[in-house]
């Protein structure tokens, strides 16, 4: 049925209406912002480049975005993981979906809930460490989410966690739709399970690892929640990233910095920008 | 020696028996065609000769050693695919080389089978391309050049032609009968077609509710069908079918009301029917035709190029002759039975 192009723009006007007050306005709102000081109870002033000088000779910042590209190295491992785990729910077996569910059941439970209950187990007197020593693999408590060492990584392994689902979830939609006759041909042709992996799936899922690295990196550097409820930037802002930044600077100061934040936010815009383009062609170009 | 050989063979899909005890010998060279209607069990018989299912019991053989067990890259068998399966990701030389790649192949020797497989196949041309790029015939071709690549002790060919036109399919058929003529390779073939197991077979295994209805050369099925089945399925134009019974063991007498002469004895209790083929029937008196005393109403006529399909009714039956002549709708015909080629089966067949 063709569709006249009335019909077609009524039906993308309530969507349009919705991306240009939810999400188009608040950008370009805050693009404009990011070169005002603006702190919520006086009128925004001009300042130019002001706020992005700010940032280039502010070491917090610097901080914020080391930690920031730290926690990209959570995308490959989530990736690989979760085509891993993909490939292995994809066998058609009893039971298999007892094992689908379980490995999505962490994307469906909420982010505050989650990070509460990992607290709760990654705490100094948490469940793991009282596992490890009761089981004598370590002498004293490991400071998880307290050391300066861990506290990052624990962060990550939250995301890393509750991310595997969501990914494999992708990973699955695209095993399922290679021909299953593709792998008999290989299979009679001779070729090993190793083989058809290499030479059929991995280059038939491209478009779908492309969609998860671009995903998984901009969630990585976006992230936020599990920083907020586990460790909350510290200790020391060892694991404060850039929103999380950005956010001490909008709203956990006083008077509010809005300004700098917005100008903050841009950067991360462009980070996860170029980001999400470098995936492209490194993908592209394999 | 490929000589591929099935031993009172089962094979159930859950609670569906879709091979039930079949045993048939195929022979280091045939072209062995498994002909049937859906369902009838002929692709799963060539999935198991290829290993990728497994028999709940009997025995399969390949070259005199059992090979229930073996996986199907060590049973030496190459396959064409309905859809052809090849590859998408990679091009047409890619895709031919792949089984040889798979097995670590030396470099030279690829690349003498790629020069040697696209030659015989005719694409050459075509090396570069991805699959998407080429025409549904292109890609048949590709498929059997992966194939023969491999050089393998026998070829499986899974529908490889029900997805190509008419035209191409005749050309085509015509190649593969040309190539086994060449390459002298034991082939099976699977078809619901009976057109193509007639001209590509040598041997051709019938089907029927996952039994054998019959094993024999192209002219076996046509000429002395063991059953109802085979003798409905075999032919371009159905055979026609007289209800009756038998008057002593030598004549028919139809329900239509003719009394025919029949070629052999035959002993059977109960309603029969008396098969005869559409070439079989004379429309008018002719040395080597008898008259069955029966006539049939003409209902249509279809005109297929050099002949015509005439459809008439004799009593409740309705028949198809060939005609060189256009006959009208409405006319009366006399039917004039071939004295020698006339079948008769039991109802229960």
Request: with cysteine; aromatic share 12%.
């Amino acid at each position: 049925m063709k569709m006249s192009r009335k019909a077609l723009a009524l039906f993308l006007l309530p969507g349009g209406i919705l991306f240009a007050l939810f999400a188009l306005y608040p950008l370009l709102g805050a693009l404009k912002l990011a070169f005002f000081n603006y702190n919520v109870f006086s009128a925004p002033v001009f300042c130019g480049a002001g706020n992005f000088a700010e940032m280039a000779h502010n070491a917090s910042f610097w901080n914020a975005a080391r930690n920031s590209f730290i926690y990209l190295i959570v995308t490959p491992l989530l990736a690989s993981t979760s085509l891993v785990v993909a490939v292995l729910v994809n066998r058609k077996m009893r039971g298999i979906n007892f094992f689908r569910t379980a490995y999505f059941l962490p994307v469906v439970v909420p982010m505050v809930i989650a990070g509460i209950t990992w607290k709760f187990v990654l705490d100094d007197g948490g469940v793991l460490n009282n596992l490890l020593m009761s089981m004598h693999v370590i002498k004293s408590p490991v400071f998880w989410l307290t050391g300066a060492d861990f506290a990052i990584w624990s962060v990550m392994f939250v995301t890393f966690w509750k991310g595997i689902g969501y990914y494999m979830v992708m990973f699955l939609t695209g095993l399922q739709n290679i021909p299953s006759n593709l792998y008999e041909a290989a299979e009679v042709d001779g070729a090993s399970e190793f083989y058809a992996f290499r030479r059929i799936t991995l280059p038939l899922l491209k478009p779908y690892l492309l969609l998860v690295l671009i995903l998984s990196s901009t969630a990585a550097i976006k992230v936020f929640d599990e920083v907020y409820v586990l460790t909350s930037g510290g200790p020391l802002r060892r694991s404060e990233t850039l929103i999380f930044y950005m956010y001490a600077n909008a709203l956990n100061n006083f008077p509010p910095r809005i300004g700098f934040a917005c100008a903050v936010g841009v950067v991360i815009f462009f980070i996860a920008a170029m980001i999400a383009l470098l995936n492209k062609y490194v993908v592209r170009a394999q | 020696m490929a000589n591929i050989e099935f031993r009172d063979v089962f094979k159930s899909f859950g609670n569906v028996d879709v091979l039930k005890g079949i045993s048939f010998s195929i022979k280091d060279g045939d072209f062995a065609v498994f002909l049937g209607p859906s369902g009838c069990g002929k692709s799963t018989a060539l999935r198991l000769i290829s290993g990728l299912e497994t028999p709940e019991k009997g025995d399969i053989m390949i070259g005199g050693a059992r090979v229930n067990e073996t996986h199907p890259k060590d049973r030496d068998i190459a396959m064409v695919f309905q859809d052809y399966a090849l590859y998408p990701h990679l091009s047409v030389a890619e895709n031919i080389v792949f089984g040889l790649r798979a097995r670590n192949a030396p470099q030279s020797e690829v690349e003498k089978m790629l020069a040697a497989t696209a030659r015989l196949a005719g694409i050459t041309a075509l090396l570069d391309r991805k699959p998407a790029q080429l025409s549904g015939g292109q890609r048949q071709r590709v498929a059997l050049a992966r194939a023969v690549a491999r050089k393998p002790k026998a070829f499986l060919f899974d529908e490889p032609l029900s997805n190509l036109d008419a035209k191409l399919r005749m050309s085509m058929r015509e190649e593969l009968k040309r190539l086994h003529q060449q390459i002298k390779t034991t082939c099976v073939y699977v078809t619901h077609d009976q057109l193509e197991a007639m001209t590509l077979g040598t041997q051709i295994i019938i089907m029927n509710g996952g039994i054998i209805q019959q094993i024999g050369t192209p002219r076996d099925l046509y000429f002395r069908p063991a059953n109802r089945f085979v003798a409905e399925f075999i032919g371009t134009v159905p055979m026609n079918f007289f209800p009756g019974k038998l008057d002593g063991e030598a004549t028919f007498a139809a329900a239509g009301g003719g009394h025919i002469k029949l070629p052999e004895p035959a002993r059977l209790d109960g309603a029969a029917s008396l098969g005869v083929r559409p070439e079989h029937i004379n429309l008018s008196s002719r040395p080597g035709y008898i008259d069955s005393g029966m006539k049939a109403s003409v209902e249509l006529s279809e005109f297929i190029g050099g002949s015509y399909i005439i459809s008439a009714r004799c009593g409740e039956t309705l028949l198809r002759l060939v005609s060189e002549d256009d006959i009208p709708v409405g006319n009366e015909v006399p039917l004039h039975l071939h004295e020698r080629w006339l079948y008769v089966f039991g109802e229960n067949k």
